[in-house]
């Protein structure tokens, strides 16, 4: 039988669920106020490589987790058991990661806030490779991990979007456009002096960039598509050769149903379609293109149809970046430089959305056109997960003032744009709508998703509810079972930030008791190098009273002595501390040898 050629195929392609069913001054968090700097200029939003948030925002990684004792801690341990063990001790490091960070007072806070998500994005990193060890799941660990990448994607959230609103408090100015703008110039305009554009904007990259860290756990640069081939549709082309020389074989013999062209058109215009192999080949290439663009990089989506012999839907592709003519710019002294984007980015637009409406392209193919060109309905079909829905309603309103501005823009020298096709709706979107309807969504996975803990933090720091959000966490520690590491770590430090920007009091007293219920898991956990530094921040009575109550739970004198030295390297108010505990101990009628060793801890102090 002849060979059949068959491109390598990838691992599993989406972080969506739809994949199994096909479809400056510094401000320190410790109270130091400052006046931040202000936030870089954003990455053009033209379709360029990998997430624009990677490359706009980021500093370089400083990560303090990949110590010696993570690494050992996270060393290759095949036994379910054992790697239990290792999330354990993962989770131990972090809590001393994140007190270390918080003692750094020259330290901007929303660099602290990237440095909480960098220390985050190496825990689960190395976690990922327990839960998918030889194929086999540790189910006791993926509850685990997904929690502990919700809080990653919210401290990335944090440092991204509440670092430009903070940083750039209104709208920034721009020089006026040039009579002869380019649509890149109109884009570049918008965003440097709409808030509110550019806060969509960071969400949306924000978006890209989490689905970018949750595929690294399912694929790798090298376990790609076999970007060698000279041809696509390879098995196809070799039947309709054969059949012109009028040979055949056990394989295809009497299969005449199958497309008999070879153009990019000829399955949807015939109604006929590719050799089986080749069809699935391509149904997993759409679902590739689909996850790149769900990332945000297009520029990846078109190497790869480039490299699988498809570079006309490259082409396609690239009606979305838009046009630009550097030679318009006056005073140029680099000669002629070649131009970007399309022209007519109106004509591409209505045919991708006319693609994107038909019934006959595959569910796949409809998605990748509609997320390029602002279609919702068709791009909805293959998200089943809040994030994904919320990429879908982002994307797709993002898109729609972009290119209503350049519609609107008099300084943009082009005929009439052309309308777009009746299927597509200009309805305006804003963003509690599109919270609302996805925490009424009809689909269950994403409905559940709009209520889950982290995603409505999510929510609140995007519409920038604050308050309301503390208010939220006090109702949880104090309602419900999220009194976990995962929930009260991340909301003790939250609290911790929202003080330092003054959005809320120090002596509130809902954000004392999440400090409190922290403080408290501390004492549970026996992390006696942190506690001292939580306590710090509670109001000045509870201070004595929390600290007395955990020494009085401490029997070894030497350990007491540490103890009291750490509340003074915090400030703690030591000698009342101490005279408490003696004056329970004597209350409590323990013995000579416990109220000797409680003295010998006042007089050291």
Known sequence: QQQHHHQQPPPPQSPTAAEASQMSSPVSLLGLHGVATPVRMLARPNGGSGSPLHTSTFSPRDSTLRSQSMLAATSFMPQPSEAVQKSTTAQAVLVSEFCALIQTPERDVFDTAQRFFSCMEDCTDLLDRDVTMHGRKFEQLVEELNLLKHERNTWLLISTVMRDRYNSAGDMEAETLALAATDQNVADHLYATNANARQDLKVLQWLEA????????????????????????????????????????????????????MDPDAPVRTALPLVEPDGDDDTRLLKKIFTLVRMGNLEKARDVCRGCGQAWRAATMDGCVLWHDPNLASGSADGVRDTQGTWRRDVWRSCCAEL???????????????????????????????????????????????????????????????PMPAAYSQETLFPEQIFSELAASKIESIQQGAGEPFHELQTMVIL????????????WIRLSDLAVSGYLRFFAHFVLLLRA??????????????????????????????????????????????????????????????????????????????????????????????????TSAAAAA
């Not at 041809?231 to 009497?254: A, E, I, V």
């Not at 920038?464 to 109702?475: D, P, S």
């Open 210 to 261: 989490i689905a970018a860290l949750d595929y690294k756990a399912f694929s790798s640069e090298n376990n790609m598509y076999d970007t060698t081939a000279s041809h696509t549709w390879q098995n196809t082309l070799d039947k309709l050769r054969r059949q012109r020389q009028g040979l055949s074989d056990g394989f295809h013999r009497g299969d005449k149903n199958t497309v008999q062209l």
């Open 501 to 598: 920007l003054n959005v809320v009091a120090s002596d509130d007293e809902e954000c004392n008791d999440i400090l409190q219920a922290y403080v408290q898991l501390l004492i549970d956990k026996q992390e006696e190098k942190c506690i001292a530094t939580y306590t710090a921040e509670l109001n000045a009575l509870e201070q004595v009273s929390t600290y007395a109550a955990y020494l009085q739970t401490v029997r070894d004198t030497d350990v007491r002595k540490r103890c009291l030295q750490l509340a003074a390297e915090a400030g703690l108010d030591v000698k009342a501390i101490t005279k408490q505990v003696v004056e329970v101990i004597r209350a409590q009628g323990v013995e000579s040898d416990d109220a000797a060793g409680g």
């Open 464 to 475: 920038g509810k604050y308050t309301e959000a503390v208010h939220k966490m006090h109702q």
């Open 356 to 418: 994107a409406a038909s019934d006959d392209h595959p569910l796949y193919e409809r998605a990748v056109y509609a997320a390029l060109c602002g279609y919702l309905p068709p791009l909805l079909r293959v998200c089943t997960s809040w994030e994904d829905a919320l990429w879908a309603h982002y994307k797709v309103m993002v898109d729609r003032r972009l290119e209503q501005e350049l519609r609107d823009n008099p300084n943009i020298r082009r005929s009439k744009p052309m």
